[in-house]
C-alpha cells in the first residue's frame, strides 16, 4: 500500500518537482564552485602536470609541494596575521560604533537622518580610485600611513554605511516599551544601548561582522598603496606577488596560496550561517 | 540639581541627544569619506596632471570629453555590461533564492556553499578566472577539447568575440551569491499564510509568484537593483587583472578608462571628470528607477 | 552658575563636536600644504630599496648582496621593500604624488621615461663613477640619458630579444639551423617554417607550425623589430617634431608576419592573442618549431619546466635590412625627493658593481648591461644559449621613441588596439597605416601641447 502511495499522481508530481530543484541548484553550485575544486585540484598537481594540458580533477601525482613552500614564506604567515589582526578589530570598531548611530537614526526623526541617508547613496557611487590619493595625503597628516591602524580606520569607514542599513531596519524591530521600562528604572542611553539593543541585534551584528571582515580581508588597492615597510602586506597584496613581468605565474603556489586565502571566509560562513540565513537581514531588508 | 539625563522625556533637546550619538562615526566619517570624496570632486574641475600644478579649468574636461571617442566608447561598454550583469545576477540569483527556500533536504548546505565566490579575495577571483580562461593550460579550453566541442583552444580573454562574454560570466559569478542571499532573507519575511490562502484558491506555482512573491520583493529588489548597478558601473579590479580593457578596448570599463587615464597617462583632473561624469549618470538612473518604483508602490 | 553649567552640559555634544572638526580641519589643511614639499625633511633610518626580482635565484641573490652591504655599512642601513611588477605602477605613482616613496626603486626605462618627464626623478650623473660610466653599454646609458645629460636611472639588465627552436624538429624536417656567421633573412624563415608545418595525423588540422610568435602586446614586438627593417614608425617632421608615419620599411614588416600568418599559414593563428609566457608551453609541446620574438627571460621557463627529452635552443636575430632589435632596460633610479642621494648612490654602485651585476643577470636569464658582465665565461655558454644571447650585443639599439612623451599612451590606444584587429584578420595593411597616422596624431597632440622636452 505504501508502495502505491509513493507513485501515486501528486506526490509523484511533488518528489519530481523536489528532485528537479535539487538537480537546478546542483547546476548552480556547479558554476559557482567548479573555479575553487579546479583551483584546489592544481594546487595538489606538481608543475609539470599543470603545464601538461591534461584536465583532470584529481591529480595524477599528489602534492604538498606548492604548500610546502607557500609556508615556508614568512611573508604569507606574517602576511595572513596582518590580514586577520585588521579584519577582526575593523568588524569589532564599526559594529561599536555604528550601533548607537543606528539608534540614533531610527529613534530619532530629524534632518540629520536625511543627511546620512543621502551621504550613505553617495559614497557608494563615487569610483573608490578616484579618491585615493586625496585619502593618502589626509592620513599622512595623522601619521598613520604605513600602519594598519590606519588601514583599520579607512576600512571602518567604508563599512559603516551598509552597517548602518543592515542594524537599522533591526532596531526599528524592537519594541520601544523595552526602553522606556529601562529608563524608568534609571538606565542610561548608553546602558539602554548596550545592555538592552545590542544583545537582541546579535543576529544583526553577525552579518555585520561577516560583512566587516570580509571587506577588509579582501581588499587590496588601498593596502597595497598605504602599507610600505616589508612586514606590513596583507594576504591580497602578497598574493599579487606571484605574478611576475610577462604574466607569468607561479601557478602551483598561487593556487594553493588563493586556496589558504579563502579558508577563513568559508570558516565564517559556516560559522555565523545560523545567524544569517535566518533572520538577520531580515531587519536589513525590510527597513 | 541632579546631572542624570532623563532620556524619557524625547523631544527635549532631540537634536543635541542624536548628535551626541552620531558624534563616534561623524567624526571619521568626516576625515576619511567625506573630505576625500569633496577634494575628489574638485579635482574633476582642474587641470591636474602627475608632476604638475592644480589650476583651476572650470568645464573644460567636460568639453573635452564630449569629443573623446575613447570616453563614449567606455561608456558604451559600461552600460553594457551594467545591463546585462545586473540582469543576470538579479534574475540568477532570484532563482537559487526560491530554489533555496523550498525547504528542500541539505539547504543549509547550499546556503554556505553558494557563498564561496563571495568568499575569495577579488585578486583571487581574477588570477583564478584568467587561470581557466588561459588558452593552453585553462580548465575550460581543455575541458571543451575533451568533450570535442571545439577543435583548436579559443583565447577567450584576447578574442573579439569572446572577451566581453567571458568577463561577463565572471563578474555575474561573483555577485550572484550577494544577491541570492537579500533575496532569500526576503523571501523569508513573506509570511506562508498567503501562500496557503493562495493554495486554497488553486493558484498554480506561477501565479503565486506573480501575484504574491513579487509584490512583497519589489522593495528589496529595487534596493538590490540599485545597489548592483552602482557597483557593477564601477567594476574595476575583475577586468583589470583579466584583460586590462583589452582588446583593442573592447572591454574598457569607465573605471579602467578612469584608471588608465589618471595613473597611466598621468591625466589627473580629466580622469576625476570622468569620475564626475559617472556619478552624474548613476544619480539619473537611480532617479528615474527609484522613481517609478516608488509611484508602483503608491499607486 | 547653575544655568551656566546646565547649558555647556546640555551643549557639550555641540562643543565637542565643534572643536574636534576644528582640529581635523586644521590638521587636513597641514597635510596638504606639506604634502608637496617633502624635500626638507631629512629621513633617518635605513635606505627603503623597492627590488622587482622575481625569479627565486633573483631575490637571493638580491638579498645577498644587500646583506653584504648591511654588514660594511653598520651606519646605513638598506631594507629591501618587495615589490612585484604588476603592482609597482600603482605603488610607485601614489608614492610620488604623496612623497612616501622608496629611496631606490627597480623598474624599467620605458616607463621611468614618464616619470622623469613628470619631474619625479633624481639626476644621478654627479654621482655615477667613471668605471660604471665605460663599463656599462652606449646603448643602454641611451635608454636613460635625456638630451640635457640627465641620467635618470642605471640600466643594469637588458630586455632583449631571441628566437628559440627546436634542433629536434629541424632535423626532422631536414632542415639547417643559422650560425652567427651565417645569419637567416625572413626569406630563408619563410622557406624553413613552410617544411616545418606539418599535419601530422593527416587529419587536415595542422599539429605543428614553422613558427609561432606571442602577438598580444603587438606594439611593442613590431616597434622592436622594425628598427631592423629600416623604419621604426616615428620620423621627425620638418619642424623637428615626431610624427608617426608607416611607411615602406614599416609596411614590410607588417607585410612579413602577415604574410606567415594569413598566406603561407606557417605562423600559428593561436599566437595572435598570446603573450611571450603563454606561448611557451605551446614550443615545450611541440607545437611550434621557432619561437620569434621571444624575451631571452624566457630560457629561464624552459628550463624550469620542460620535460624530459625537449631540447631547445637559440638562433642568432633575422636579418631585414639589419640584425638591430629595439631594447628596454630594467633600472634602478632615486627620486628627487630623497635626501640622501649620494648615500643611495653608493650602495646602487655595490649593488650594480661588475661582478654583481653579472650574478644578477645570469639569476634573471636576461642580458646585463656592462661589458665585463657580458665578456663573462658564464654568458658564452652554448647549452643555455648564452653565447647567442651576449653576442646580440652589437645588434642592440634603442628606438626614436624613448622619452617621446605620451608613447605609453599611443601604444595602449592607437598601436596595440590597430595591430591587434590586423591580426585578427579585420583590417588591411593600408587601413592600418591609415588608421595608426590619422589617430597617433590627435593622441600625441595632447602631449605636445604641454612642451615637454626629454
Known sequence: MQIMNIF???????????????????????????????????????????????????????????????????????????????????????????????????????????????????????????????????????????????????????????????????????????????????????????????????????????????????????????????????????????????????????????????????????????????????????? | MSKSTTPTVRPRNRNLDQLQLLLPIMVPVLLISFIPLVRGIYIGFTDYELGGQMNFSGLDNYRIMMQDSFFWRSMGVGFLWTAVVTALQIGLGMILALLLNQGLRLTSLYSVLMLVPWAMPPIVRGLMWRQIYSPDTGALNLILTQMGLIDNPINWLASFEWALPAIIVAGVWGEIPKAALFFLAGLKTIPSSLYEAAELDGASAFRKFRHITLPMMKPIMAAVVSLSFMWNFNAFGLIWILTQGGPGGLTRLPMLAAYEEAFRYGYVGYAAAIGNVMVIIISIFLFFYLRVQLKERTG | MNRMISWILNYKGFIIAGLLSVIIISFYIAGEMTAHNRTGEVQTGPLRFLSLAWQEDAVKVVHEITDQWNQLHPEQQVEIIQGNWSAVHDFLITGFETGDIPDIFHYESAIIVDFALRGYLADLSPYISKEMQEDILDVNWASVTRSSGEVIGIPFLTASSIVLYNPDLFAEAGVTPPTIENPWTWDDVHAAAKKLTIDRDGDGVIDQWGTGLGLRNCANVLMNLSISFGGSFFYKDDLGDIEVRVAEPEKKLIGTLARMLFEDKTMAPSGVGKSGTEMIPGFLAGNYAMLVSSGAWARQQLVENAGEGFHWAVMPPIKAITQSMGINTQTLSIPKSCTRQAVAMEFVQYLLSAENTTRLALSDWVLPSRRSSIADPRLQDVASGWNIVSQNTPHLSVGPWVGLPGYVEWKSRVANPTFQEFFAGRMSIEEVAERIENESTSVLARYRVRDLKW
Open chain 1, 8 to 287: 501515486s499522481g501528486r506526490m509523484l508530481k511533488r518528489r519530481i518537482s523536489r528532485f528537479l530543484m535539487h538537480g537546478l541548484i546542483l547546476v548552480f553550485l556547479t558554476y559557482l564552485l567548479f573555479p575553487l575544486i579546479w583551483m584546489i585540484s592544481t594546487s595538489f598537481k606538481p608543475t609539470a602536470e599543470i603545464y601538461s594540458g591534461i584536465p583532470t580533477l584529481i591529480p595524477e601525482v599528489f602534492t604538498v609541494e606548492h604548500y610546502l613552500s607557500v609556508i615556508e614564506e614568512e611573508r604569507i604567515l606574517i602576511s595572513i596575521l596582518n590580514s586577520l589582526y585588521v579584519g577582526i578589530i575593523t568588524a569589532i570598531i564599526v559594529v561599536l560604533i555604528s550601533l548607537p548611530a543606528a539608534y540614533a537614526l531610527t529613534r530619532y526623526k530629524t534632518g540629520v537622518n536625511k543627511l546620512v541617508m543621502g551621504w550613505v547613496l553617495t559614497s557608494q557611487i563615487f569610483p573608490a580610485i578616484l579618491i585615493m590619493i586625496p585619502l593618502f595625503i589626509i592620513l599622512r597628516s595623522l601619521h598613520l600611513t604605513d600602519s594598519l591602524s590606519g588601514l583599520v580606520l579607512v576600512y571602518v569607514v567604508w563599512d559603516i554605511p551598509f552597517v548602518l542599513w543592515m542594524l537599522q531596519g533591526y532596531v526599528k524591530e524592537i519594541p520601544i516599551e523595552l526602553e522606556e521600562a529601562a529608563a524608568i528604572d534609571g538606565a542610561t542611553q548608553g546602558q539602554i544601548i548596550y545592555k538592552i539593543i545590542m544583545p537582541l541585534l546579535l543576529p544583526a551584528i553577525g552579518a555585520a561582522v561577516l560583512f566587516a571582515f570580509i571587506s577588509a580581508w579582501n581588499e587590496f588597492f588601498f593596502a597595497l598603496v598605504l602599507l610600505k615597510s616589508p612586514d606590513l602586506t596583507t594576504l591580497p597584496v602578497e598574493l599579487a606577488r606571484y605574478t611576475g613581468i610577462e604574466g607569468q605565474a607561479r601557478t602551483g603556489p598561487l593556487a594553493a596560496a588563493s586556496f589558504i586565502a579563502t579558508i577563513p571566509s568559508i570558516v565564517l560562513f559556516a560559522i555565523l550561517r545560523k545567524w544569517f540565513s535566518s533572520g538577520a537581514l531580515q531587519g536589513a531588508v525590510k527597513g
